[in-house]
């Protein structure tokens, strides 16, 4: 669909600060009258989330493309739909993830039920990133319900006709006390943190991670992040440059680079860097054409904050003498349009290597050998996912047994977070904690251990007791 003729959109409403205690309250209230406990129910809600989206999809839809110029079609594929596709997943297995397992109680118990219950943490605060605003406000949340708590929603102040669209939607499809969505942005989020919940998911930059991890700890509450990083593409000699080029190039530009699992940049064989460059500019004419920027398919960056963020660090590199724009490099302020970019003649301490670039400018770094590539990747912060093209499994093997990532991919960029069976989420500085399928029911479940003996038949207890109760003869 072309983004045009839709509903009136829903309008951005921040959450006055004095509420946020009484929502919390009153979705804790409701949560303990134990609601949330029967698996029809969370089922019934999981249909109403899926619902929310069938019923309204165009509304969701067009709020993204005013949040950042999102084609319809990008936001469904890589928003809507995974999220979909997640609470089906959780619809069919719910029945056999959430079943208590029987365990053998051993001898001495072998009159009692042993067994280990799923059993949901109560209260949750999910708070969102913009970037992918419906998946990964939604998709943490949806898990949580599926395993049976109650959410307080934050969603991204900075994507705010999305955060508009779930706060209008939210409350008429699902228990509106028990899965309130809460709109702002620092103070709200601030004043959130303050309370004491029973778990938070947050998903964002590092920086404000530290904030929500001390936040949790004050509390002594479990917490999930779902984190960034520079997440590195190693291409080898075997490797098909042109598919490769094609496959970095599309992970790139989908929503103008800002994804978290984007590839931020390309070890390449010393000796193949231009003819790399070459074909990732071939790749961009395929995706793009001549002037991406007219391509209704191609997004923009989201603030001016973001964009000033972006061309700064693409000016100090350009500064470095040895920098090659080859591909792109046109941006234009007034519409927050950055191209496709590839910069070659790069190095590991350029700016461009600094931080994570979570914008649509890949450096080329050229390399001599996989070594170097393995030393390069261990000598920085873990990514939150690794990408390597090869056609040698040796040198696949290789790269996965000497470097960590929190997702690994072969020969292709980002499918994995299509597949709700591989469990998703960083290691190290790119976050902890894992969601998607089953992994989100995990999450947010926390395994009880119950035990249930006789009422009666005192006597098979006797030998635990002192000597003397042992004597005086059991009941
Ligand atoms: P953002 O600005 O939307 O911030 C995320 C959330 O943090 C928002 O809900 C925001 O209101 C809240 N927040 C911001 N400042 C805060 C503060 N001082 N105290 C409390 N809460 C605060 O998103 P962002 O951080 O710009 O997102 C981009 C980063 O997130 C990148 O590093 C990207 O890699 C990472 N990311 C990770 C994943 C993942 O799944 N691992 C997904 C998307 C983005």
């Known amino acids: ?72 079609n990008e936001t469904w594929a890589y928003d809507v739909l995974i999220l979909k596709n997640e609470i089906v997943d959780a619809l069919e297995n719910l029945d056999s993830w959430s079943k208590p397992e029987r365990v053998d109680p051993g001898l001495p118990n072998m009159l009692d039920t042993a067994e280990i219950r799923r059993d949901p943490f109560g209260l949750c605060l999910v708070i969102g990133a913009w970037n992918y ?18 959410v307080i929603v934050k969603p991204s102040e900075v994507a705010s006709h999305a955060a508009a669209a779930m706060a209008h939607f939210l409350p008429k499809y699902l228990d509106p006390v028990l899965f309130p969505v809460v709109n702002g942005g620092v103070p709200e989020t601030t004043a959130l943190l303050k309370i004491r919940f029973d778990h938070i998911f947050y998903t964002g930059n590092g920086f404000v991670g ?68 070459a074909a990732c500019k071939d790749a961009v004419l395929d995706l793009y054409g001549e002037n991406p920027k007219t391509n209704s398919h191609y997004p923009r960056v989201i603030t001016k904050r973001q964009f ?88 696949v093997d290789d790269v996965l047994a000497r470097t960590d990532s929190g997702n690994a991919v072969v020969n292709d960029l980002l499918m994995n977070m299509t597949i709700p069976n591989l469990p998703f989420g960083g290691v ?18 926390h395994t009880r251990s119950y035990l249930q003996c006789p009422a009666g038949m005192d006597l098979v207890t006797m030998p635990r007791y002192p000597k003397m109760a042992y004597s005086n003869g059991g009941r």
């Open 133 to 150: 605003p419906y998946q990964l406000t939604l998709g943490p949340m949806m898990a949580a319900i599926a395993a049976g708590n109650a």
């Open 1 to 72: 669909a072309e983004p045009n003729s839709t509903p009136a959109a829903p309008k951005f409403v921040l959450t006055p600060e004095a509420d946020i205690s009484t929502i919390v309250e009153a979705a804790r209230a409701r949560y303990n009258t134990g609601v949330t406990r029967s698996l029809s129910w969370r089922k019934n809600q999981l249909r109403a989330l899926f619902r929310m989206f069938d019923e309204n999809e165009s509304v969701f839809l067009e709020a993204s493309h005013k949040d950042m110029a999102k084609h319809h």
């Open 308 to 395: 000033d963020r972006l061309t700064d660090v693409l000016d100090k590199q350009k500064a470095i003498g040895t920098t090659k724009v080859a591909v792109g490099g046109e941006t234009d302020a007034s519409d927050l349009y950055i191209a496709p970019t590839v910069l070659t003649g790069v190095s590991g301490s350029d700016p461009v290597m600094e931080d994570e670039i979570f914008g649509p400018l890949l450096p080329i770094l050229p390399t001599d050998s996989v070594n170097e590539c393995i030393d390069f990747v261990r000598a920085r912060e873990k990514p939150l996912a690794l990408y390597v093209f090869s056609k040698n499994q040796k040198v």
């Open 210 to 277: 530290k904030i929500v991890a001390a936040a949790a700890a004050k509390n002594l509450t479990p917490c999930v992040l779902e984190l960034g990083g520079k997440s590195p593409v190693i291409i080898d000699e075997t490797a098909d440059l042109a598919i490769a080029a094609k496959r970095v190039m599309w992970a790139k530009s989908i929503n103008c680079g800002q994804t978290c699992v984007a590839p931020d940049y390309v070890l390449v064989p010393r000796g193949k860097v231009d003819a790399f460059a």
């Open 428 to 445: 190290g500085a790119s976050g902890s904690g894992k969601y998607h399928g089953k992994a989100g029911f995990d999450t947010y479940t």
